[in-house]
């Protein structure tokens, strides 16, 4: 089961995984009232559809005030989405995620997923946040950390070691990186999560670590 960027930030909230301040509008004057109460701007408005590359697409908007604020969400709130992961005939949107907008310094990936074949869990972070992450795996491969933890065992410090290296973080983000993985990483474990992306895991001016996007499947049968 694939839930919605809004639900599975509100599931990192809960895990205390840092994400922007933000609610969810299925109208244009909910989204008004969700901007007026979010408390100020730059805000950003982002289609709630189970697909990503909604940035391309047209799906994530900037507003810097309430008139484009309202212009954002006249123009996403019942528009078909149609991006690489829709089919051609698309998605249509009924509802927006309204949040805060930050001021991004780098972007990173950071993945969660089983590796069937080795029954191990595989942890995927990258300097190339942002991208489409096949496309970094083929043109970039030297761009991407991969380490496997053994469920049974967890997440041990060597793993989160490689991961640190491979990212070149400095000391405080180091940090936070670490407390955020293993949060995570419980989240993923506790609500048998099949896969969890965060594209991108943003550091931004004020040196916070923030997940700015939100991925998350769940085994139904379990
Ligand atoms: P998708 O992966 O579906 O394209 P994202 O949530 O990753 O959607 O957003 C796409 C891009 O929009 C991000 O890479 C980032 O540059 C920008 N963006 C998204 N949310 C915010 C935000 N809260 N503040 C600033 N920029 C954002
Ligand atoms: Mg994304």
Do not use: W
Request: charged share 20%; net charge neutral.
């Amino acid at each position: 089961m694939n839930i919605h960027e809004y639900q599975a930030k509100k599931l990192f909230r809960h895990y205390k995984v840092p994400v922007p301040a933000g609610s969810v509008a299925f109208t244009v004057d909910e989204a008004v009232d969700a901007a007026r109460g979010l408390g100020g701007y730059p805000l950003v408005v982002k289609a709630q559809v189970h697909a990503g590359g909604r940035g391309k697409a047209g799906g994530v908007r900037l507003a810097n005030s309430e008139s484009e604020l309202l212009q954002a969400a006249e123009e996403i709130i019942g528009m078909t989405i149609v991006t690489k992961q829709t089919g051609v005939t698309g998605k249509k949107v009924g509802k927006v995620l309204i949040e805060q907008g930050l001021n991004i310094v780098r972007e990173l990936y950071l993945s969660i997923i089983p590796d069937r074949s080795s029954a191990r869990i595989m942890i995927v972070a990258s300097l190339a946040g942002g991208m489409d992450i096949e496309e970094v795996a083929a043109s970039m491969p030297e761009k991407i950390i991969k380490v496997m933890v053994n469920p049974l065992i967890g997440l041990q410090p060597f793993p989160q070691r490689q991961l640190l290296f491979g990212l070149n973080l400095d000391k405080t983000i180091a940090r936070d990186f670490s407390a955020l993985l293993s949060r995570l990483y419980q989240l993923f474990d506790e609500k048998d999560c099949t896969m969890l992306e965060i594209n991108p895991l943003v550091i931004t001016a004020e040196n916070q670590l923030v997940a700015l996007d939100a991925k998350i499947d769940i085994d139904s049968s379990a």
